[in-house]
């Protein structure tokens, strides 16, 4: 006699599949809202609670579905997750693209942007109880498997069954399982799955937005393996009493169709989308930092390493009257992540107030050593050279270092720096070499982006500028560039608290400058403290480097002060982090 072939191998098959979408979703929604709005641990932290709340309710709302069409409803839910989740995360990015009038509340747009996780949430819950009622209307006879494949699960199983029975009451069951256990059995390794490949593969290798179209082209195609196989003209006829799936609206049918063909034409294409769609996004991010109308940018070249998203692009003045930021219409620009780093019109001058103010406190040789935390495009090291000081260079990235080493855009200002015989660079990270290292420095430079997201956290903390600190000379000074207090002063507040929980007493704030746009005015570039333990050495103007002489009356007046102190104003620290320290940028 034949044997019946009940499907319950697709069921399987299909449940890994919706299970494997299911769970990345999560992780996609949850870095894109992080890209887009910082603060990781917050972003994942309630993206993953939305999501399972909107599972729970899909799965409570599901015994409300048609009994007799599971079938219909299972097919219906895959197209609809298969149109909404890209869709979501269009909306995501085009939240943060568009211009938003003020008069727009920021809880409104927080709320919006997070109604697409519970949209695919809500979805998602309805998948697992439609695939228990069909599994178990369709029952089993224990040989859908093939038979090595049943031997190793039993094997497996009564492993598992003699450590029960070391602190349950257990009796094995044989035979046919529970359409609910088995499903659940199968959601859990497409959970595990997804997790794997998402961490290794998908995010690493392909990027956010390819993984969304490869996710919901997978939910298209089963959708369509489902109808196929279980419905009333399927190819592969089953001995079952009824089809799963009797009618398919013909426009839903359609629909599924074209998603398919649609996002298999962008999987194939994931380089070339990815970059046009990254490109829109981060051309219109930078253009609304200015007033509308006044800049256009054109991103040059973007890529990723390990650690950060490098962004190479140019902005062109299109405004009325002169251009204030630099001079001529056009320069080049870095981004690494969301945040600027440097421009052509101010990369040197930058580098002069984190280099050449502070080098005015010290003797310019050998004898004097310096830790650079950070620079990895080199320019630092460069300014360092020209005093013959000793450098140690401790930097995470050396994929981007590697990079900036012989790009003409870099190239420029660090002058081939990488080869400076007093220069010892080590691939580490800051936090972890400090803590390892018995050096012992007279002037540390952080050339570290800003403090725009969780991982940067540890480099902006209390034990980090204690690790500093204990690394310093008896006349050793931390130098570090800071956002403004007038434009940032809730993380002004929480930086200046921490560094002083840090044992840093006494503070030396200046300004970088320079005439960026030849209007013949000197502008301000960037803010710079200087941070000490103690009272130290004044900033030297007469015995001061070229650049300090150049700008002597900017520089005389500069004195040590207190670090202050804020009330009621929290220390960030590794294990009690104070997010008002990041930058919403």
């Not at 299911?22 to 972003?43: A, D, I, N, R």
């Not at 502070?358 to 830790?371: A, D, I, Q």
């Not at 007279?442 to 997201?453: E, H, K």
């Amino acid at each position: 006699m034949a044997k019946r072939r009940t499907g319950t191998t697709t069921f399987l098959v299909l449940t890994f599949v919706v299970s494997f979408c299911s769970f990345v979703y999560e992780f996609v929604y949850s870095e894109l809202l992080t890209v887009m709005y910082g603060e990781t641990v917050t972003q994942y932290v309630i993206t993953v609670g939305l999501y399972f709340f909107s599972l729970g309710i899909g799965a409570a709302l599901s015994d409300d579905l048609n009994p007799d069409s599971h079938g219909g409803n299972f097919f219906r839910t895959e197209v609809f997750l298969a149109a909404v989740a890209p869709a979501g995360f269009l909306l995501v990015i085009g939240l943060n693209s568009v211009r938003i009038p003020p008069a727009v509340p920021a809880e409104l747009l927080w709320v919006v942007a997070r109604l697409p996780v519970v949209a695919v949430g809500f979805l998602s819950g309805f998948e697992l109880p439609l695939l228990t009622h069909m599994v178990d209307e369709l029952g089993d006879d224990g040989e859908a498997a093939p038979a090595w494949l049943r031997r190793l699960g039993g094997r497996v199983h009564g492993s598992v069954i003699a450590v029960l029975r070391l602190f349950w009451d257990v009796e094995r069951k044989t035979g046919t399982r529970s359409g609910l256990s088995v499903v659940l059995a199968m959601d859990y390794v497409g959970g595990l799955a997804g997790a794997v490949l998402y961490a290794r593969v998908l995010y690493p290798g392909w990027g956010l937005i390819p993984t969304i179209f490869v996710l919901a082209l997978l939910n298209a195609v089963a959708a369509l393996v489902f109808i196929v196989r279980f419905g009333e003209w399927s190819w592969t006829p089953l001995d079952v009493r009824a089809p799963l799936v009797r009618r398919v609206p013909t426009v839903l049918l359609v629909v599924c169709l074209l998603l398919t063909v649609s996002y298999g034409g962008v999987v194939a294409k994931h380089d070339t989308a990815d970059e046009r769609l990254s490109e829109l996004y981060l051309e219109q991010h930078i253009e609304n930092e200015y007033r509308p109308g006044a800049m256009r940018a054109q991103v040059v070249s973007q890529g990723t390493t390990p650690y950060q998203h490098v962004i190479r692009y140019k902005r062109t003045w299109t405004g009325a009257g002169p251009n204030p930021y630099f001079t001529g219409d056009t320069e080049r620009c870095l981004r690494l992540g969301s945040a600027i780093q440097m421009c052509d019109s101010w990369a040197d001058s930058y580098h002069n107030g984190l280099v050449d103010v502070p080098m005015s406190m010290f003797e310019r040789g050998p004898e004097t050593k310096v830790l650079v935390v950070g620079g990895g495009d080199w320019v630092a090291i460069d300014h360092l050279r020209k005093y013959d000081v000793t450098v140690d260079q401790v930097d995470l990235d050396a994929e981007f270092m590697n990079r900036t080493k012989n790009d003409p855009f870099f190239s420029r200002w660090h002058h081939d720096s990488y080869e400076y015989e007093r220069l010892n660079t080590t691939i580490a990270d800051g936090y972890q070499y400090l803590r390892k290292t018995d050096e012992q420095y007279d002037l540390v430079l952080l050339d570290i982006p800003g403090a725009t997201n969780d991982d940067l956290l540890k480099l902006y903390s209390k034990e980090f500028y204690g690790s500093v600190r204990r690394h310093l000379t008896s006349d050793g000074v931390l130098v570090t560039w800071t956002y403004s207090a007038d434009s940032y002063p809730e993380h002004h507040k929480a930086f200046v608290n921490t560094v002083g929980a840090a044992g840093f007493t006494r503070q030396l704030p200046y300004w970088a400058w320079e005439d960026i746009d030849s209007d013949g005015e000197t502008e301000r570039i960037e803010r710079f403290y200087v941070l000490a333990p103690g009272d130290r050495r004044p900033l030297g103007v007469e015995n001061g480097t070229a650049y300090v002489n150049r700008y002597a009356d900017r520089y005389r007046d500069r004195r040590w002060q207190p670090v202050p102190h804020y009330r009621g104003v929290r220390v960030n620290t590794i294990f009690h982090p104070n997010y008002d320290i990041l930058i919403d940028t």
